[in-house]
């Protein structure tokens, strides 16, 4: 029987803050305390999908990691920014991953006449409030289709609990080149959430991972 070459899509801050707050260990500290290593989640998510198939059905062997993740501006946050690009180097350390990061959406001050307000010895824009991610999701949607058509890809699987990305795992599923599958985080005795495809007679494998399995993915270096 031949193994599934898989590839693992993950949605960076989707899946490292949905599981900083579903577990116990967690959910009271930093964030930052709880950042997951895009190849320790992927060894994970594989080692448990692997365990928990039949015999007669084939395993996963990890072919590549594809991350996607907002990136701080380094204007207006250059440690954060510094952190991040550390971060993406350690990460890409495995030549199977690979980290792209998107700039991150700032709000910005403005004046009673419309115009940006600027810091006055640095001439840069100041931001109001914190920023948000845009187009991570459109990124993730599209590199899953992209590895689905790879010739060298027998498995793709999207590593997010956001709903926008349905439609992607239904694409993935009208081409018919490779298998979709997806993830999600599991306490006992609580509600698990999981993607699914819009057409629920369509059944994909979700692999649930726990509390250990999240603290197994934690990146523990310290980044200055």
Same mark, same amino acid.
């Given at each position: 029987?031949? +193994?599934? *070459?898989?590839v693992v ?6 899946v490292h ?5 579903r577990?116990?260990?967690?959910k009271?500290?930093p964030?930052h305390?709880? $950042?997951v290593?895009?190849l320790?989640f #992927? ?6 999908r692997?365990a ?6 084939p395993c ?5 990691? +594809? #991350?996607?993740?907002? =990136?701080?501006? &380094? ?11 550390a ?8 030549? *199977? ?7 991150l959406?700032? !709000?910005?001050?403005?004046?009673s006449g419309?115009? &940006?307000?600027?810091?006055p010895?640095?001439?840069i824009?100041i ?5 948000s ?5 459109? $990124? /993730? ?12 890809? +027998? $498995? ?7 709903s926008? $990305? ?9 081409l018919?080149?490779?298998?979709? =599958?997806?993830?999600?985080w599991?306490?006992?005795g609580?509600?698990t959430y ?13 692999? !649930?991972?726990?509390?250990?399995n999240f603290?197994? /993915?934690?990146d !523990?270096n310290?980044?200055?």
């Open positions: 029987m031949q +193994d599934l *070459r898989a899509v993950i949605d960076y801050q989707n803050l949905t599981g900083h707050q577990f116990q260990a967690t009271y500290g964030k305390d709880a $950042l290593d895009p320790f #992927a060894q994970q998510l594989l080692q448990v692997n928990r198939q039949r015999l007669d059905h996963a062997v990890l072919k590549s990691v +594809d #991350a996607f993740r907002g =990136e701080p501006s &380094p204007d207006h946050e250059p440690r954060a920014y510094a952190r991040n690009q971060q993406k180097a350690h990460w890409e350390r495995d030549k *199977r991953v690979r980290v792209t990061l998107r700039p959406k700032y !709000r910005y001050q403005y004046d419309g115009r &940006p307000v600027r810091d010895v640095t001439g824009k931001p109001v409030g914190p920023p991610e845009k187009g991570v999701d459109v $990124l /993730c949607a599209l590199a899953l289709v992209r590895h689905a058509l790879r010739d060298d890809a +027998d $498995l793709v699987i999207l590593a997010s609990l956001d926008d $990305l349905v439609p992607a795992v239904d694409e993935v599923l009208s018919g080149t490779a298998k979709v =599958e997806t993830f999600s599991y306490v006992a609580e509600n999981e993607l699914r495809p819009s057409d629920r007679s369509q059944r994909i494998w979700n692999t !649930r991972l726990t509390e250990a603290l197994n /993915c934690i !523990r310290k980044y200055s």
